[in-house]
């Protein structure tokens, strides 16, 4: 491994970190599901615990989960720049840990032993397709590791030469892209706020950081097609 995982163990806890400033900050993007469309622009979406009529230009569909902007202008809520929740971060929901004695954050990557282990022990379909595509991925060599059990936050990572390249999806920062060297982190995300967020704490990961604004993609991509498995 060309760099020791202690680098992306810096990042990861000060990203959890930054998760964990505020429970609720309506400067980052936040999770809305569609609950009803009252006409071709107007929506019932939940907020939180919260049940709210809300406007999108852009065609919603209910049911769905969505990482959105919100700013609140003249008592009416005004959305923005909203990406479907990925599925991993949707399946993570309901994915129930084994070890869930720690309740400090831990840093753990799975090992192939617990794939299968969890694999052996699943409870439902959802588990058993959530372990199934960890298990797949680790055959290509990108691993899966649980930022915050409690939030349920998680990174993709994969060694490529002299740096690593991740994806993490978090419930409040959500989704980010980026790669590590030995001296620098990159970092790209589509939303503005969780960049200037990075960027006030960004002297506590003692790496030169660089920040851009960018659709942030999974290095591997989930999915319910269970052919091809090796053990």
């Given at each position: ?83 479907e929740i990925p599925e991993i971060l949707t ?57 915050n059990e409690k939030k349920k936050a998680l ?77």
């Amino acid at each position: 491994m060309p760099l020791n995982v202690s680098k992306l163990g810096k990042v990861l806890k000060t990203l959890n970190r930054l998760e964990s400033i505020k429970e609720f900050n309506a400067t980052l993007p936040v999770k809305i599901e569609v609950q009803k469309q009252i006409n071709p622009i107007r929506y019932l979406i939940k907020l939180g615990n919260r049940e709210v009529e809300t406007k999108s230009s852009i065609p919603l569909e209910v049911g769905k989960k969505y990482f959105a902007e919100i700013k609140e202008i003249k008592s009416k809520l005004q959305i923005s720049n909203l990406k479907e929740i990925p599925e991993i971060l949707t399946l993570l929901d309901k994915i129930k840990f084994m070890n869930e004695k720690n309740k400090t954050l831990k840093l753990h990557t799975f090992s192939k032993e617990e794939i299968l282990q969890h694999l052996a022990n699943s409870n439902n379909k959802t588990e058993f397709i959530f372990f199934t595509n960890i298990l797949m991925a680790f055959h290509q060599k990108i691993f899966h590791l649980i930022i915050n059990e409690k939030k349920k936050a998680l990174m993709q990572y994969k060694y490529s030469k002299n740096k690593v390249k991740f994806y993490a999806v978090f419930n409040h920062l959500g989704e980010l892209d980026g790669e590590i060297t030995t001296g620098t982190l990159t970092v790209y995300s589509p939303y503005n706020a969780t960049l200037q967020l990075i960027e006030l704490y960004k002297d506590e990961i003692d790496m030169e950081v660089f920040l851009y604004k960018k659709e942030a993609k999974p290095i591997y991509v989930f999915a319910e097609n269970l052919i091809n498995l090796k053990v």
